[in-house]
């Protein structure tokens, strides 16, 4: 079994993990790099295609106290405040940063350029045109990362397991899809930048590496998470005509570029009906938007899809060239004429603000263990604002990698090869091949999942619909052992996607269970039978596994401003 | 969303691994216009057989720039790659050496796990 040793292992190169390893390199630490995909490539990073946001100030006068201002309303009394400071204080100098390494973000007259999006309060948005935000970012970070020493990248293996002994985190125990067969990884200390968990959700804008392995392993290893229940679905994703070479959120950009409008079936504007102030122009905040395309959908006012229309007919072909130039003809070739048809939008999986909990160092309650990016709960509460989640990719991954140097310095407890028993024996059981022929395969389980979890635990939730998901779950789970897997050998997806489901599975019950204890709506999460948001319930819940049990508190919400200065 | 249709692509895709003989395995699969050979492939995998071996990553975005392989010959993106009703062809990328089904050696060398990874020196020493 191949066995690398260093003294900061990275799990997940995305935008926070890429980041984390630069910023642990230059900290004199040794760095192994690990990604399921290609690094630099696996995870919502390289797909994002819009902005991010930071208070430089180039475009107006701005300041990290009013992004953070945004960002505790945008939270709705939820926010780990002292995180979230962290990002709205620290974006500016990562963007400077990633300037001088070479991310040509638009720029106006000698200035990095900076527009408004919903809930922002001024122009601090930053992007790479056209649409291509997140290629430069994952470009520019994986460039840097091969240009400094002391950083061994490793591509195709996926973590199973943390290894920890007495409470402390001493590397992991990944899966190489290449052959088949594990690896381990002794380190100093772990950054967990694994991202998301969208895909649980058959609507979705995830990449397929993003089932919320992050959460699941972090849990296992010990570590807590927080705020699971909040998984903000994304108003205006693409739902038809199909659209291929394109994400199918790409249409934020668009409208607040150009202003598009937002329209029912009948082609009425509506979402000034839900308490949004639209005026023609659609600005409204996305968990407003998302509920009031659904409730159309609903009361029968819907697209043909089952979504609203986002209309640009008003804007004129001169005006779309100018914004989104070389866009227009990728839109046409997919038979898409703004200038003359509509196209249909809908809510759609698109980012978790709950994630594992961490505290201003990132690290968890395990020691060594640290986590960075989407991956991390807290820090935009119960709703995050466009641009905020880049920045938190950055923010966190480089203040993860810092810590994680600066905690191996201490040096870390020997490796031990029982450390590695539980995934060992995991995957001879599944080369045993108890599964019968006629059993189903991974794949098809977790599209299941998929399904269950967009129609039960989806962007509108009810106790019944919540509480049949967490028995399916449950069910699911136990059947795991009989899943029908191929050969192993070299390149079986049907091992990594039985490790892959069986995190799934305890992701999804996580966010099940929580949106079935928090009987309000309030930001992301929206019950039909609890649709005031109450007071007593400003708190965050903390899961936790013991003895295998998933277990629940409230706690305060952390880090408040005024309790940290009084 | 999942319109009731009766139409059908067919997929003749290179299965096995450079060790055994080569092999084209038919799959059917619904057809709905503006499809992508991923997709296809994609519906395979989860209704068909899931040990078919494939490489992509986002899906939808044509940014992370791994699902290329050979379709009807020519090198694609399988997930722009419009899909026809067929037959159409899908096979590894050819100059690569191959690994199984659709997935050839794309991962740059010095990314790659070795089997007799040298144990690096930990504090900081390269
Ligand atoms: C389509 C899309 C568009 C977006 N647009 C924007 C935007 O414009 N602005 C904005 O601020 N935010 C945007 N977001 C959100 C933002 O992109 C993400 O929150 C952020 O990039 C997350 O970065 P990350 O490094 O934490 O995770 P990711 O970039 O997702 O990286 C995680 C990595 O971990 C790897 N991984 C997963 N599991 C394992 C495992 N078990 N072992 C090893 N590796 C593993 C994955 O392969 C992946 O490479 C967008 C998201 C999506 C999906
Ligand atoms: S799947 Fe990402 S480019 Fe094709």
Redesign the interface.
Known sequence: MPHLESDVLVVGAGGAGMYAAIAAARAGASVVLLDKSLVGRGGATVMAQMTVAAALGHQEPDDWTLHLADTLKAGRGLCNEELAELLCRGGPERILEMDAWGTRWAREGGHIKQETAPGHSRKRCCYVDFLATGPAVAGTLRRKVGETSGIRRISNVAVVQIAVKGGRALGAVGLSVRDGRLATFHAGAVVLAAGGLTRLYARNSASANMGGEACALALEAGAELVDMEFVQFFPIGHLAPRLVGMDPIMWDPFRYKLGGRLLNGRLEEFVDRYGGTDFGRYTATRDLASYAILKEVEAGRGSPHGGAYLDFRHIGEARLREAFGPVIDRLLANGIDLTKTPVEVGPIAHYHMGGIRVDGKMETRIEGLYAAGEAVGGANGANRLSGNAITEALVFGERAGRSAAARARSGAPPWEASLAEPSIERLDALKKGKGSPGAAWPAMVQSELQRLMWENAGPFRTGGKLAAALERIREMRDELPDLRVGAAGAYNLDIQDWFELRAMLLSAECVVQSALARRESRGAHQREDFAETRPELERNQVLELRDGRLCSRWITPMGRVEADRG | ?AERNDRRAVLLIRRG?AAEAARYERFEVPY?????VL?ALRWI???RD?????R???????????CMALVNGEVE?T??A?LTPGPITVEPLPKRPW???L?AD???D????????E????????
């Open positions: 969303m691994t709905e216009d503006g499809m992508s997709d995998r989860i209704h899931g040990t078919l071996a494939v992509y990553s986002c899906i939808n975005a044509n940014a992370c720039k791994t993106y997930c722009t419009k690994i199984r089904d997935v794309t991962v740059p010095d990314e790659k796990l070795d089997e007799e990874e144990p690096r020196k930990r504090n900081g020493a390269r």
